[in-house]
């Protein structure tokens, strides 16, 4: 496991070393993925690279306003509210002290209000961060556990994890609708004496299936590996790995905030819900735990 290596730095640099990888990969993918279509409906070579190279072009422009846009889009899909000071005071000086320690700005404070014991990082740099936590955490955790969560996301955001799945999570989206576009517009542009168009069209199913997948799964070895490594974090900025145990065994079976999209729980301090119904996205808490007390 990440925090078994020789240092948190050690194993920082090599996660991120991973990370970037995958996310090199998915606008390789992204490309290639519209090159097979622009192949497809154009029959040439030049008119597919000119297709492509403007599709990119407009991912792109897509990319800066979804990143401008991106506290917003990502407050209002958790249902959460911004808070201050005079409202959470402990809450608000755990988070101040927390980022004065972490060197960074402090990040913006919201809350869900819920039942479910959660929190989570956003944001796409360490300077226009936000942590965001449930109510119920704040409610049912002692000041030490709390910290000790809080400490996790700002983890998350000190290393750069948020930034990575923002990109991830808008790859995904695109290739998703991109896939889906591409799949029913061939299916009606194929017509039945087209002898090319059959093996052509199963090429593009395939690159849209395969384009897809491979940005599912990018996006969830990127959340899924960093959690220890936020865990471990937490422990560097509190010196209190017993807090951080603590919180995970308090947390353990009461994480469930309802009607959480797919692409919240990815960034959640625990998620119990499969991806898809087939991936785990986050490392058990058990895991977690048994990582920490070898920490």
Not at 267 to 278: I, K, P, Q
Request: proline share 2%; hydrophobic share 50%; net charge neutral.
């Amino acid at each position: 496991m990440a925090i078994e290596t020789v240092g948190v730095q050690t194993s920082l640099w090599n996660n991120n070393f991973k990370s970037i990888f995958l996310l090199i990969l998915l606008p390789a993918v992204l490309g290639g993925l519209i090159w097979t279509i622009m192949i497809y409906l154009t029959d040439n070579f030049d008119d597919a690279m000119a297709g492509t190279l403007i599709g990119l072009l407009l991912v792109g422009v897509w990319f800066l306003i979804a990143f401008a846009f991106q506290e917003k889009l990502t407050m209002t899909m958790a249902h959460a509210h911004e808070i201050n000071r005079k409202a959470y005071p402990e809450l608000y000086n755990l988070v101040e002290n927390l980022s004065i320690t972490a060197g960074i700005k402090m990040p913006k404070l919201y809350m869900i209000d819920s039942d479910a014991l959660n929190a989570f990082a956003s944001g796409i740099s360490v300077n226009n961060a936000v942590i965001c936590v449930t109510s119920g955490l704040v409610q049912r955790l002692d000041k030490n556990e709390l910290e000790a969560v809080l400490a996790h996301e700002m983890s998350h955001i000190t290393h750069r994890d948020m930034r990575l799945l923002t990109i991830a999570t808008l790859f995904v989206g695109i290739i998703a609708i991109i896939s889906q576009i591409a799949l029913r517009s061939l299916l009606f542009r194929r017509s039945s004496n087209d002898k090319k168009g059959i093996p052509l069209l199963i090429i593009v199913f395939m690159a849209s299936i395969l384009g897809y997948f491979i940005a599912i799964l990018s996006k969830f070895a990127i959340s899924r590996k960093r959690e220890f490594m936020a865990d471990a974090g937490s422990v560097v900025l509190t010196k209190d790995k017993d807090a951080m145990i603590a919180a995970l065994k308090k947390v353990s079976g009461k994480s469930e905030v309802a009607d959480a999209p797919s692409d919240l729980r990815f960034m959640l301090f625990d998620n119990t819900e499969s991806y898809l119904g087939l991936f785990d996205t986050h490392p058990s808490i058990e895991k977690r735990i048994k990582a920490l007390e070898k920490y």
